[in-house]
């Protein structure tokens, strides 16, 4: 009998409240970045009506025991990053020239630097740098579209990015920036082979009709995007089904940095180890770890050894070397390979000690605002969706 399921995964905008806190996050991590490649970056943001809220620890080691605003002009680099959202309009409440700004920012414990420092310390077991804290990361790719990511979050994503562009680009002027996206996916036999139905809820302006955007929307966005062979005549097109989103962005719903994991990785499709990635410098395995295992998973599907590949490992704080290492491929390994040989070859041909994967992966440099939206992973041109290590593990396998 021929297995048949539906699959829904959801993408986000970048003036949903919660990728404004995301892109203010990494926009302070950038920076601090920037100014020092050595930095410790923990940015947490909060966003409600006119209000943005930072907290976390920052230490710049470069700088000392210098305020952090005496080194970055963190008010500048909050409105720049609301201003490159879209929140400039006049009827804005959330405005960029206009948010109250509270900085609960301090500098990193001390506690938790000594474990993650490459230095000895009283009570830690080793002189090398440990993980920034104890967790579960998994990494997962397919073979279902060109970037190796499963095929709804592939399309939610492809959706929210082209409402940007246009909204941007000035061709539909009633659209703001809070939005949404959603696709579902029918598989037969573990096949993608259509689409159900999708969902945009995009903002808008008070004085454009439903009847528009839901036109203009499904012409030039929706038919433009998506494989025209996906779409049927049973497609079911779910355009601001409320019928009316006008009060949208902070104004309408508070955010937080951090709370949209399942778009950033995999649209729920792939298991998520629960630590969200914004704000965070790469001494965080919540981050590094997550990139890490995209890469490893990425390189053994495009190696040709599975469809399907995640890949779990995990830490304790301070400590070095993973717990824990375990490939999957959900019966979709080829040539003969067991799992087990190919998780030994990945422990070969990869280091997953949180130093080793900075260095891998080249990762202390300003380069996480590109991050932000839109997923981290599938996306050309971050180092962790390079498959430079598919001779490698054709060799250890060999």
Same mark, same amino acid.
């Given at each position: 009998? /021929?297995?048949?399921?539906?699959?829904?995964?959801?993408?986000?905008?970048?003036?949903?409240?919660d990728?404004?806190?995301?892109?203010?996050?990494?926009?302070v991590?950038?920076?601090?970045?920037?100014v020092?490649?050595?930095?410790? +970056?923990?940015?947490?943001?909060?966003?409600?009506?006119?209000?943005?809220?930072?907290?976390?620890?920052?230490?710049i080691?470069?700088?000392?025991?210098?305020?952090? #605003?005496?080194?970055?002009?963190?008010?500048?680099?909050?409105?720049?990053?609301? &201003?490159?959202?879209?929140?400039?309009?006049d %009827? #804005?409440?959330?405005?960029?020239?206009?948010?109250?700004?509270?900085?609960?920012?301090?500098?990193?414990?001390?506690?938790?630097?000594?474990?993650?420092?490459? &230095?000895? /310390?009283?009570?830690?077991?080793?002189?090398?740098?440990? /993980?920034?804290?104890?967790g579960?990361?998994?990494?997962?790719?397919?073979?279902?579209?060109?970037?190796?990511?499963?095929?709804?979050?592939?399309?939610?994503? &492809?959706?929210?990015r082209?409402?940007?562009r246009?909204?941007?680009s000035?061709?539909?002027?009633?659209?703001?920036?809070? /939005?949404?996206?959603?696709?579902?996916?029918r598989?037969?036999?573990?096949?993608?082979?259509?689409?159900?139905? +999708?969902?945009?809820?995009?903002?808008?302006?008070?004085?454009?009709?439903?009847?528009?955007?839901?036109?203009?929307?499904?012409?030039?966005?929706?038919?433009?995007?998506?494989?025209?062979?996906?779409?049927?005549?049973?497609?079911?097109?779910?355009?601001n089904?409320?019928?009316?989103?006008?009060v949208?962005?902070?104004?309408?719903?508070?955010?937080?940095?951090?709370?949209?994991i399942?778009? %950033?990785?995999?649209?729920?499709?792939?298991?998520?180890?629960?630590?969200?990635?914004?704000?965070?410098?790469?001494?965080?395995?919540?981050?590094?770890?997550?990139?890490?295992?995209r890469?490893?998973?990425?390189n053994?599907?495009?190696a040709?050894?599975a469809?399907?590949?995640?890949?779990?490992?995990?830490?304790?704080?301070?400590?070095?070397?993973?717990?824990?290492?375990?490939?999957?491929?959900?019966?979709?390994s080829?040539?003969?390979?067991?799992?087990?040989?190919?998780?030994?070859? +990945?422990?070969?041909?990869?280091?997953?000690?949180?130093? %080793?994967?900075?260095?891998?992966?080249?990762?202390? &440099?300003?380069?996480?605002?590109?991050t932000?939206?839109?997923?981290?992973?599938?996306?050309a041109g971050?180092p962790?969706?390079?498959?430079?290590?598919?001779?490698?593990?054709?060799?250890?396998?060999?």
């Open positions: 009998m /021929a297995k048949s399921f539906v699959f829904s995964s959801e993408s986000v905008g970048e003036g949903h409240p990728k404004v806190a995301d892109l203010i996050s990494d926009s991590l950038d920076a601090c970045l920037a020092d490649r050595t930095s410790r +970056v923990a940015c947490e943001t909060m966003v409600k009506s006119n209000m943005v809220i930072l907290a976390g620890e920052i230490t080691p470069k700088h000392g025991t210098k305020p952090i #605003d005496h080194v970055i002009h963190v008010g500048q680099i909050v409105r720049d990053a609301i &201003r490159d959202i879209g929140y400039t309009n %009827d #804005d409440v959330f405005h960029a020239d206009r948010i109250f700004l509270n900085n609960y920012l301090t500098t990193q414990s001390p506690d938790i630097a000594q474990g993650v420092d490459a &230095r000895k /310390a009283k009570g830690k077991k080793t002189a090398e740098q440990g /993980a920034g804290d104890q579960i990361m998994f990494g997962y790719a397919c073979t279902e579209t060109p970037e190796l990511m499963p095929t709804p979050i592939m399309f939610a994503h &492809r959706l929210g082209e409402l940007t246009i909204r941007k000035g061709k539909l002027p009633w659209l703001r920036p809070d /939005a949404k996206s959603q696709v579902s996916v598989y037969e036999n573990d096949k993608p082979v259509e689409v159900v139905n +999708v969902v945009i809820s995009t903002q808008h302006s008070a004085d454009v009709a439903h009847a528009t955007i839901e036109k203009q929307l499904i012409e030039n966005v929706i038919r433009k995007v998506l494989p025209a062979k996906m779409l049927t005549k049973n497609t079911e097109f779910l355009i089904p409320t019928g009316r989103f006008v949208g962005g902070p104004q309408g719903d508070s955010g937080l940095t951090g709370r949209k399942i778009v %950033d990785t995999y649209g729920g499709w792939g298991r998520h180890g629960g630590g969200a990635f914004s704000g965070k410098d790469p001494s965080k395995v919540d981050r590094s770890a997550a990139y890490m295992g890469w490893v998973a990425k053994i599907v495009a040709g050894l469809t399907h590949a995640e890949i779990q490992f995990a830490y304790a704080i301070g400590h070095p070397k993973p717990v824990s290492v375990r490939v999957e491929t959900f019966g979709t080829l040539l003969g390979i067991s799992d087990e040989q190919i998780t030994e070859a +990945v422990n070969q041909v990869f280091s997953f000690k949180p130093a %080793d994967i900075v260095t891998q992966l080249d990762l202390l &440099r300003p380069i996480y605002r590109q932000t939206n839109y997923g981290h992973f599938g996306k971050m962790w969706e390079r498959t430079n290590k598919v001779a490698a593990l054709k060799a250890a396998l060999a």
